[in-house]
């Protein structure tokens, strides 16, 4: 099976912590990581690799530090690594970071799955791998947590709801996007990083080299821009509710509604 996972590196927004004095978050330090969702495609897509046979492609749209995340795929298991980087492709949003990836997978031409994360744990949308799924006109399952029978015409997998989940039977080849409970990733081997630093190589895509996408990447082509972003603010001090049972549980009902958290 010829597979491509797209994968994001990402800030491990769980070490962004946030400075009260100064209502700013403190980035400082943090680290750079392959978006965890994206992990967990990426070694479905090793794992069918090595069941099936085949090869397994990253591919990443990001600045020449991304190479690292690549680097890692590779190290983990992956055969080729693809980083679209060019000045031309900042500040996509995500119908023009799917297009992109969408004019770079046209452009490798064979492949029989495409494995995307749910979502990215910076930009939160889940929206580049549905996306990607139409730009190339291909069949999609999001959410997608367990791959229970797979060939090279057809794949049968469950797909994760909020209170169960539901089988789907799709034609190959389709868009899936990997959630957590799909497996657990991988560390790479001793060998595998030597590999992935001597032996294997990351190609570098820039606009020259995807010349079908010309004007439609980037800020340009994004029909949404970030306008402001701010911190939210930091919640006040905690409130204790006195009285009775019925009494507290009914005022606390209350505000949870007035706040909408109900
Ligand atoms: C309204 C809006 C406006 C924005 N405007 C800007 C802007 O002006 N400037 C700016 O720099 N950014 C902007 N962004 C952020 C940018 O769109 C996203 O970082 C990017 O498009 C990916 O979206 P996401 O992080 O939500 O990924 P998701 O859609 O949550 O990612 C899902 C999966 O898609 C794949 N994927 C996502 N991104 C990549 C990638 N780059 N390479 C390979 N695979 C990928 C991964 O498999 C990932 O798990 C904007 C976002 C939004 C929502």
Known sequence: MQIIVCLKQVPNTNEVKFDTKTGTLVRDGVASIINPDDKNALEEAIRLKELKGGTVTVISMGPPQAEYAL?????????????????????????????????????IGRYDLIFCGRQAIDGDTAQVGPELAEHLDLPQVTYVKNIIYIDNDKAVVERALEDGYEVIEVTLPAVLTAVKELNMPRYPTTSGIMDAFNVKKVSVWGIAQLASAAGLVGLNASPTQV????????????????????????????????????
Not at 82 to 89: C, K, P, V
């Open 71 to 107: 680097r890692e795929a590779l190290a983990m298991g992956a055969d080729e690594a693809i980083l679209l980087s060019d000045r031309a492709f900042a500040g996509a949003d995500t119908w023009a970071t799917s297009l992109t990836l969408a004019h770079a997978i046209k452009k």
């Open 227 to 262: 306008k402001r972003t701010f911190s939210p603010a930091v919640k006040g001090n905690g409130e204790l509710l006195t009285g009775s049972v019925k009494e507290t549980v009914q005022t606390l009902l209350k505000e949870l509604q007035e706040k909408h958290v109900l």
